[in-house]
């Protein structure tokens, strides 16, 4: 079969299309045919050399299919050769078969193509896990998402605004932040020309932020503490700006704040599991009902990998780029 290889880490001629062995399903798991795999910074920071798969897992990028069923390890019920799934990957999915734990398998969502749903593990899972089972975002309360344009972001507002709660956002256009706006974000700012916490402040009369899904790290850590509310919940899931911040514990007690850092992709089976089975829960009706939407910035046709990464290098696009096979 053909597969994203990553010779040797680099810039993005490290991303080499080659021919590789195809992948066997191990009892538990199935043989998925790729139709489209989402591309996630996280397959960047794996092309640099600063996130190796975990042991034992495929070499290849690509954290996120969709496509069919060709092939039922031993022990598989509830799935058949030939269904129609997406799935949540610990790597591997840039290539035209992966091996996929069948717990980590999702339904297609009516109305939702095979190709888009592509666009919709990886996000939906991040979000679901981070957002409301670790922070247990409620009704009512204020959600800040940075970085609202990306494929987190624009899942994190859908579902945050579907379930009743305030979403703040930061973004660095205009048209980053017009797009926020028709997915339900109700405050708006552009880091580049705001400071977002005291925009936040000024926008929720000194409240600040209930929980605040983070992806820059280091470089936000301090403003982040000053923004969160009395009992807010920050949660960091990337490293853009840095992995070495300084934590004002003063601050934190006097909020009776908590601070939380999350992976996704080297959790055990188990609770990869969970919040696979819990987004099916919570997030598929939203998706089918049309409250939730994949949204699709571009796809781009496997060989044209490196273009893809040049998207998301640039930072220029609003939602998911997908990666046909």
């Known amino acids: 079969m053909k597969a994203v290889t990553i010779p040797e ?65 031993e022990g598989i019920e509830g799935w058949s050769v030939g269904d129609e799934v997406c799935a949540l990957l610990v790597g ?66 859908q579902l945050a605004h579907a379930l009743g709660a305030r979403v703040a956002v930061t973004a660095g256009s205009r048209e980053k932040l017009e797009a926020c706006r028709e997915l339900g974000a109700d405050i708006l700012i552009d880091y580049k020309e705001q400071d977002f916490v005291q925009a936040l402040k000024d926008a929720t009369d000194g409240h600040g932020a209930d929980v605040i899904l983070d992806v820059i790290g280091a470089k936000y850590l301090p403003r982040n503490v000053d923004a969160l509310a009395t009992g807010g919940r920050l949660v960091v899931i990337g490293m853009q700006g840095g992995v070495k911040g300084e934590l004002h514990i003063g601050k934190l007690l006097t909020k ?6 999350t992976s996704l992709r080297a959790r055990p089976l188990e609770e990869k599991a969970e919040i696979v089975a819990a987004v099916r829960k919570h997030v598929w009706p939203l998706v089918e009902s049309g409250e939730v939407r994949p949204i699709v910035h571009t796809t781009l046709p496997l060989a044209d990998v490196r273009d893809a990464h040049r998207i998301l290098d640039e930072s220029s696009h609003i939602g998911k780029v997908l990666l046909t096979v």
Not at 137 to 151: A, F
Not at 256 to 261: K, L, S, T, Y
Request: aromatic share 4%; hydrophobic share 40%; glycine share 14%.
């Open 9 to 73: 880490p680099g810039d993005l001629d490290a991303l080499v299309v080659a021919e590789v062995e195809d992948p066997t399903p191990k009892p538990g798991e199935v043989l998925v045919d790729v139709v489209a795999a989402g591309v996630n910074r996280a397959d960047l920071l794996q092309r640099q050399g600063h996130y190796d798969p975990p042991p034992g897992s495929s070499p290849y990028p690509g954290l996120e299919v969709s496509g069919r069923i060709s092939a039922l390890g």
């Open 92 to 157: 591997g999915g840039y290539a035209e078969k992966v091996a996929v734990p069948a717990g980590q398998l999702l339904p297609i969502p009516a109305g939702v193509s095979l190709v888009d749903a592509a666009a919709l593990p990886e996000v939906a899972s991040t979000v679901w896990s981070n957002v409301f089972m670790t922070c247990g975002l409620e009704r009512g309360e204020t959600l800040l998402v940075h970085g609202g344009g990306s494929g987190i972001g624009t899942m994190a507002i």
């Open 256 to 261: 009776r704040g908590a601070v939380h850092a």
